[in-house]
């Protein structure tokens, strides 16, 4: 089962201009994280906020969190031929021995250089 | 920084054979998930262990089973394999007191 849906599905942009990504999801939850997959290859964690924070920041990327609408946003501000990827939101129900992850169905980004 | 490591990187096998992939967590993680990535799909969750319990099952075949070791590394095993077992099997590992899960490479399974 799909706990959050992604939108877009797919997103092309020019390098140097800003993606944006949106997730939602249908639980309650504890956490929401963003991972980076490039071309079949390994997951990689770029961010996690928690159900009481509603932005982060980490270098590029800021990530919001509305858990009244049940959504984030994921923004790559000044993209990078090297941020072509696809991109995951992954959520966890908080409960004791039972964080396992449900992500939604990605992004595909591609920056054109 | 240690990372987890999976092994092998790829598996090519055939129909009705069997399967074992090996994961290892970063040091002093103490959960283990286990994941499969089908072609094009997001990631589901199969099993997860703490602390060398089973402490989650999601939709894992019952052909499939896994264990975690005592020295926390885990196995799973995959018998009479199907077509539709061809997948990305990621393992991700955490530390008991925080809440990222650090993915593996994965182990790229071919069933043919």
């Known amino acids: 089962s799909q706990q959050g849906e992604e939108d877009p599905q797919a997103l092309s942009i020019q390098e140097g201009e800003n993606a944006t990504m949106n997730c939602s999801y249908k639980t309650s939850i504890n956490n929401l994280q963003w991972y980076r997959q490039n071309s079949g290859r390994g997951l990689v964690h770029l961010i996690l906020?928690?159900?009481?924070?509603r932005e982060k920041h980490s270098g590029r990327l800021r990530v919001t969190l509305d858990t009244s609408k049940k959504s984030s946003s994921l923004l790559i501000t000044a993209s990078r031929a090297a941020d072509t990827a696809s991109y995951f939101c992954a959520t966890d129900a908080y409960n004791f021995g039972n964080e396992k992850l449900t992500f939604g169905t990605g992004t595909r980004l591609t920056i054109i250089p | 920084a240690a990372g987890v490591i999976q092994s092998p990187r790829h598996l090519i096998k055939e129909k009705r054979e069997t399967a074992t992939l090996k994961c290892y967590p970063i040091?002093?993680?103490?959960?283990v998930y286990w994941y499969q990535q089908g072609p094009g799909q997001d990631p589901q969750f199969l099993i997860s262990f703490y602390e060398k319990m089973q402490s989650d099952k999601g939709s894992i075949p019952d052909r499939f089973s896994a264990q975690q070791f005592s020295d926390y590394h885990s196995e799973l095993n995959m018998s009479s394999l199907e077509l539709g077992d061809s997948a990305l099997y990621f393992c991700?590992?955490?530390?008991?007191?925080?809440?990222?899960?650090?993915f593996g490479p994965g182990t790229r399974l071919t069933v043919l």
């Open positions: 040091p002093r993680h103490d959960t």
């Open positions: 991700a590992s955490r530390d008991g007191r925080g809440d990222t899960q650090y």
């Open positions: 906020i928690r159900s009481n924070e």
